[in-house]
């Protein structure tokens, strides 16, 4: 009963976002909303490829849960309708969304080791900054290597601070008050949604409707039961670590509790799971391995098919789950190798 009230009264909230932000994206494209913001960003800095940037940036540090969808409704709006152009926003989207978990002091992958090891925000940072450097010059090198000028959707516009007080704003506005209080994120996209309706004078329903993408809803709510079982027998996984008896001072014995970590967090696909099983797993077998196992599981969490994240971009911008795999592999792989430079090799 617990797990069915909690997809249908918690979850349910996460895919009504997901749905007003689709109809806002679709609104602000076909209407050319955010044209004015663009033209502005683009006659500045003579690049398309800078609005990507921003927007990424934008979307990538906003302290909110289903970031990953508020972003990609962002992106949507400079997208092409098809191509490869669309699909490598999918891992823009991605990638830009999920550097968050080792940095923000609001975020439980980081309050809970701080907690657990009696670190200060400082020391976190100095602790994670060996992983955090890579995935951010990844993360640059994906954008101005992989997304090029020609990709990139933006119409070509002139300035103007009233249509940009008028269109870009509220949607900043509602972004603010979610931050405010996670609980009114369906009342605040809700609301956005009706104002863009109202100045695009678009009342006609089945219009509106064309801008969802019901597959991506589908197989996100699909993604998100399945993460919630598998979460639900999550001291099932806790047990076996506890009880494993291997020593992490040999090769075999280290591979081994990697491996059960990773598998765990990659079942899982949950931030709080994996970083509590990399710091159960410090506890256990030393405070000295935390950089690597923090690596492994997080990689394993980027990579779990229980992590909607995933499905949102594979849906939302038709990007090949292939691709995703490949920019997704690139980046645990730099993970690990960093981390175990550092960890056992330093």
Not at 65 to 91: F, Y
Not at 128 to 148: R, T
Not at 328 to 337: M, N, V, Y
Request: proline residues 3%.
């Amino acid at each position: 009963m617990d797990f069915i009230t909690g997809v249908l009264l918690k979850d349910i909230s996460y895919l009504w976002m997901i749905f007003f932000i689709m109809i806002s994206a679709g609104l602000a494209k076909e209407y050319q909303l955010f044209a004015p913001a663009f033209a502005y960003v683009r006659n500045t800095f003579r690049s398309n490829k800078f609005v990507v940037v921003l927007l990424s940036a934008i979307g990538g540090i906003l302290p909110i849960e289903g970031r990953v969808t508020v972003s990609a409704g962002l992106l949507d709006t400079v997208a092409p309708k098809e191509g490869h152009g669309r699909e490598k926003l999918g891992i823009v989207d991605y990638l830009s969304t999920h550097h968050y978990y080792m940095w923000s002091p609001l975020e439980k992958t980081v309050i809970l080791p701080i907690a657990a090891f009696g670190l200060t925000y400082t020391a976190w940072l100095g602790l994670i900054a060996p992983l955090l450097v890579v995935s951010v010059g990844f993360i640059a090198w994906y954008i101005w290597s992989q997304v090029h000028e020609e990709e990139i959707s933006i119409t070509p516009g002139n300035f103007k601070l009233s249509a940009v007080l008028r269109n870009v704003i509220p949607m900043f506005v509602a972004i603010g008050f979610y931050i405010y209080n996670s609980q009114w994120m369906v009342g605040c996209f809700g609301l956005l949604t009706l104002y863009y309706i109202i100045i695009s004078q678009q009342w006609n329903i089945k219009h509106l409707l064309r801008y969802v993408r019901w597959d991506v809803l589908l197989w996100v709510g699909a993604v998100i039961m399945l993460g919630n079982y598998m979460k639900s027998h999550n001291g099932e996984f806790e047990a076996l670590i506890k009880s494993s008896g291997l020593d992490p001072a040999t090769f075999v014995g280290m591979l081994i509790i990697s491996a059960i970590g990773f598998a765990a967090s990659f079942l899982m696909g949950s931030s709080g799971k994996f970083v509590a099983i990399a710091v159960l797993m410090s506890q256990l077998f030393g405070v000295e391995f935390f950089l690597w196992f923090f690596a492994i599981d997080f990689a394993a969490y980027l990579l779990s098919p229980t992590h909607k994240c995933v499905m949102v971009g594979h849906k939302y911008f038709n990007t090949p789950l292939s691709t995703y795999y490949k920019a997704l592999g690139t980046w645990g792989a730099l993970l690990l190798a960093t981390a175990g430079i550092v960890t056992f090799v330093l």
